[in-house]
């Protein structure tokens, strides 16, 4: 490795949301030597979450969602290229393409893609879709327009209740199978997953929880599917959404603490190996990371978050390229979104973590409200739909520890502010859709079997 | 020309939507959905609307071209 | 300490000209600096910030006491704050009516051309009252359907009405006060009245469209139609004048920065947010905590008048850099100009097109533009900051 880590060879597995912001942030951090980022789509870093809402609602094309760069990061661009394996040795990063890219530094930024239907041949009929990538929102929009009799959407998660709520605005008929008590259970737990089941059925959606699907029908083209509960949905259209599976196959010979959670980094984004020894010279960043908090227990998070894969990829980018003593944790605290039926839903810290809840503003009545979340007795999570001006002072309680509940005096504060209810959050192996956050434990050096 | 917001600093002042409508949009009180290609003749608009974001979470520019070494 | 007395001395007409060097001093002092009225000031960014998005922190004047019926949404708590703001956005602004603002553009254009051409070359005006001023008020008057030519009538309501809502720390207020209510009286008449003329016969103007909501659950009732008319009335021509003003009095005292401009037209809308830190329309907001609330290691006891000097969050060095630097290319300018949370300015984005378009079609003519005096005089409001002239040769 060269003296001076502004310089040298720096390979970036991964050309998605966290490849690039990173790529940018390491010539921000005054990276001069020569950069390499590989991607196995062929297209050039898109954004993801406008493909279950513009795109499907036809108000942007799938061909359009390119992210924009901060900056021109003067990268060489290996798209349309599959990693297939890291050499920590001698230092390479092993394409399908037979080629090997030495490095002296790199980050894995591969991502996830969509859990598919478990049976292949039912997965492989005419109208059976996954959403994750540019095709999938193509292919999913195109169907939408044609205006269907019915799509069944298998999965309450937040990408299943998007592509649901999309569907009701365009005025097509819509099933949602959850095999969980109700939809959102599994990241906001028991109360506001009530408001999001009133949600869907207010807008026309045809709700069937505690089930789930047996067998998608049809010769060729999709017709319908079969439930548990021995009922059937005739409908012309499926959406598999259950959830994402992390992309480290490549990485089951590496040596690395790679498996199907995450592979596990330090808050620094520097690599655990499979014995649990730090790397210093592999970063890992985005989805397919999972590192320590310590507002969560210290145990290593797995999130899927927009925001994360940028703050990640930054702290990333300047660890690569500043030595130990200036290093930086990634620290932030857990940030995501969702808009369905015409609520914003937005979420701060770990709504997962927690033991019990207070509605502290607002109310489940009025579609607008904060809902505060407690472990222990201190604030960790707050979700709040419709009111995210308030969500800064909710994650200076996170940020914080503050005593749960949160103190009085709060503006439109619900009557029931000091009554605390329990979390409800069930165990994700009950629901149909995989968590978009998860604690993942305190070992990194339980290398799980990669399937 | 691409956009993108950050969402996650995003708080529905819809300042976007009052400088370029045609491009950002409220979806609900403060759900927020935009163009993700900026049409040339907005771009004027969307530069005020980036400028203008109270959380300042609306990037604007040059998508990466294929083929770029 | 005289940091006990920095309220007093910030309000002070002499400091109008220059509050900054204050601010510093406030800034040094502590985040939260007690006053010897029992009042607080917060003039640190960050402190500021997490104020304004604080559900404990109320603009109510009732939370500390104060009796009032009937109040305009700025000085309203959530829910009520609320449900009355969404109801007066509804012609106003997105989500129902996203293109009433863009769509004026147009209107605020002629409005700037026909008071620059009425001005002549080489000749000696005062800004203000030949091109600030009147601009931001032609425009609120046809947006909200006030007759223009009413002008002086409403301009002496709405100058007893914001010396009464100005920070007057230790003086006897009872008089302004007394004028305030009187003004607020007549003037809510005097707005409900041409509100009532245009029932039944709705025009293109927002009075009408108060007035001819056809769902009773959405529309305003008389009291709060005066009270939110009169805010809008208000707000729409006291505050645009002084981002117009500050804006030119800026560039022309940066030659550097105006030729800047002059080469780079793009640079208008950064030039405007860095405007609206450097030089901000509106100085401090005051906030009553609902309850006790700590801030960095001070307690704000529930009731207290708290003071969040924006204007010096602004200038905050820990959030800034090069705070007193006048940058259009500043990059993350979050400022505080239309101050942040829930009662973020509810007419910015009017403001800001209006300021595009009076600061792009001065900026050609600039260039050889004087200042006759400097500092200009100041009008004596330190809430609502801003020269009272700025006479130029042009």
Same mark, same amino acid.
């Given at each position: 490795m060269p003296a001076d880590l502004k310089e040298g060879r720096i390979v970036v597995v991964g050309a998605s949301l966290a490849g690039l912001r990173a790529a940018e942030a390491l010539r921000e951090e005054g990276f001069t030597g020569s950069l390499t980022v590989v991607g196995d789509e062929p297209h050039a870093p898109y954004d993801r979450p406008p493909l279950s809402k513009q795109v499907l609602l036809g108000q942007a094309t799938a061909e359009t969602t390119e992210l924009p760069m901060r900056r021109d990061p003067d990268a060489e661009w290996r798209l349309g290229v599959r990693a297939t394996g890291l050499d920590l040795l001698g230092k390479r990063v092993l394409l399908e393409d037979g080629e090997s890219l030495p490095y002296d530094r790199v980050l894995i930024a591969t991502g996830t893609r969509a859990r598919p239907w478990p049976h292949e041949d039912e997965a492989a009929l005419d109208g059976v879709f996954t959403l994750r990538s540019r095709e999938d929102g193509a292919g999913l929009a195109e169907r939408l327009a044609e205006r269907p009799e019915r799509v069944l959407v298998i999965g309450g998660g937040f990408t299943g209740s998007e592509i649901a709520s999309a569907c009701r605005e365009l005025g097509v008929q819509v099933t949602v199978t959850e095999r969980? +008590?109700? +939809?959102l259970v599994g990241a906001l737990g028991g109360t506001l997953s009530k408001l999001a089941a009133v949600m869907q059925r207010n807008n026309g959606v045809d709700l069937r929880t505690g089930v789930t699907v047996t067998a998608l029908n049809g010769n060729g083209s999709f017709t319908g599917a079969e439930l548990s509960d021995g009922s059937r949905v005739d409908a012309d259209v499926c959406v598999a959404a259950l959830g994402a599976i992390r992309n480290?196959?490549?990485? *089951?010979?590496?040596?690395? *603490?790679?498996g199907p959670r995450g592979i596990a980094c330090d808050a620094g984004c520097r690599a655990f190996n499979m014995y649990g020894i730090v790397t210093d010279d592999v970063f890992v960043a985005g989805d397919v990371s999972r590192f320590p908090h310590p507002l969560f227990g210290y145990q290593l998070l797995s999130l899927e978050h927009w925001g994360n894969a940028v703050e990640q990829a930054e702290v990333a980018a300047h660890n690569m390229v500043n030595p130990g003593p200036l290093q930086r944790p990634h620290l932030a605290v857990p940030v995501f979104w969702s808009t369905q039926f015409g609520l914003n839903i937005k979420s701060v810290g770990v709504p997962t973590y927690s033991d019990h809840v207070v509605? *502290?503003?607002?109310s489940l009545e009025a579609r607008r409200l904060a809902m505060v979340y407690g472990y222990k007795g201190r604030v960790t999570a707050a979700v709040t739909v419709d009111m995210a001006k308030s969500l800064d002072y909710y994650r200076h309680l996170i940020e914080t520890a503050a005593a749960f509940p949160p103190p009085p005096g709060a503006a439109d504060r619900a009557i029931a502010a000091d009554v605390t209810i329990p979390s409800d959050v069930p165990d994700p192996s009950v629901l149909s859709h995989g968590p978009t956050v998860a604690l993942t434990g305190h070992l990194p050096d339980r290398r799980l079997t990669v399937v | 020309m691409r956009t993108v917001v950050d969402l996650t600093r995003c708080q529905g002042y819809a300042q976007c939507v009052f400088l370029a409508p045609g491009v950002f949009e409220l979806h609900g009180e403060e759900g927020l959905l935009y163009a993700t290609a900026v049409p040339e003749d907005q771009e004027d608009r969307v530069r005020q609307a980036a400028a203008a974001c109270p959380v300042q979470a609306i990037l604007l520019g040059e998508e990466v071209s294929i083929g770029a070494r | 300490m005289a940091s006990e007395t920095l309220l007093a001395r910030i309000t002070d007409y002499s400091s109008r000209p220059d509050p900054y060097p204050l601010y510093a001093e406030l800034r040094e002092a502590g985040p939260v600096v007690r006053q010897a009225d029992g009042s607080y000031l917060v003039g640190t960014y960050h402190e500021i910030a997490a104020l304004l998005h604080d559900p404990r922190m109320s603009v109510d004047p009732r939370t500390r006491g104060a009796e009032a019926q009937q109040l305009p949404f700025l000085r309203l708590d959530d829910p009520e704050h609320h449900r009355l703001r969404t109801l007066a956005m509804r012609p106003f602004g997105?989500? %129902?009516?996203? %293109?009433r603002v863009d769509g004026m553009r147009e209107e605020i254009d002629r409005i700037t051309r026909e008071l620059l051409d009425s001005l002549g070359a080489g000749e000696r005006i005062d800004l203000v009252d030949d091109f600030a001023y009147p601009l931001p008020v032609t425009v609120i008057c046809r947006l909200l359907g006030?007759?223009?030519?009413?002008e002086p009538l409403f301009r002496a309501w709405s100058d007893a009405l914001v010396a009464a809502a100005d920070v007057r720390p230790g003086s006897d207020t009872t008089e302004t006060d007394k004028a305030g209510e009187q003004a607020k009286m007549e003037m809510g008449g005097y707005l409900v009245n041409l509100a009532e003329q245009r029932r039944g016969k709705p025009s293109d103007d927002m009075l009408s469209a108060f007035v001819n909501e056809p769902d009773p659950a959405l529309r305003l009732s008389r009291e709060e139609l005066a009270e939110t008319a009169i805010l809008l009335l208000i707000a729409g021509h006291e505050t645009t004048v002084n981002l117009i003003t500050n804006g030119v009095l800026t560039l022309l005292r940066r030659p550097d920065q105006l030729d800047l401009l002059r080469r780079r037209p793009d640079l208008l809308p950064r030039a405007v947010e860095e405007l609206l830190r450097f030089e901000?329309?509106? %100085?401090m907001r005051e906030r009553i905590p609902r309850a006790d609330v700590d801030v960095a290691g001070t307690t704000l006891p529930e009731g207290a008048s708290v003071v969040l000097v924006l204007a010096s969050g602004n200038r905050d060095p820990k959030r800034f850099d090069e705070p007193d630097r006048f940058d259009p290319t500043r990059p993350d300018n979050q400022h505080f100009g239309f101050g942040s949370g829930i009662h973020l300015c509810y007419g910015g984005p009017l403001a800001r097109i209006e300021a595009y378009s009076a600061l792009g079609a001065l900026l050609p003519r600039l260039g050889t533009a004087r200042l006759v005096e400097d500092p200009p005089p100041y009008r004596q409001n330190a809430m609502l900051r801003g020269p009272r002239h700025l006479p130029l040769h042009l």
């Open positions: 969980g +008590p109700a +939809p480290v196959e490549w990485l *089951a010979d590496s040596g690395l *603490a790679a509605i *502290a503003q607002g | - | 997105p989500p %129902h009516t996203p %293109h006030v007759p223009r030519e009413d901000p329309p509106v %100085h």
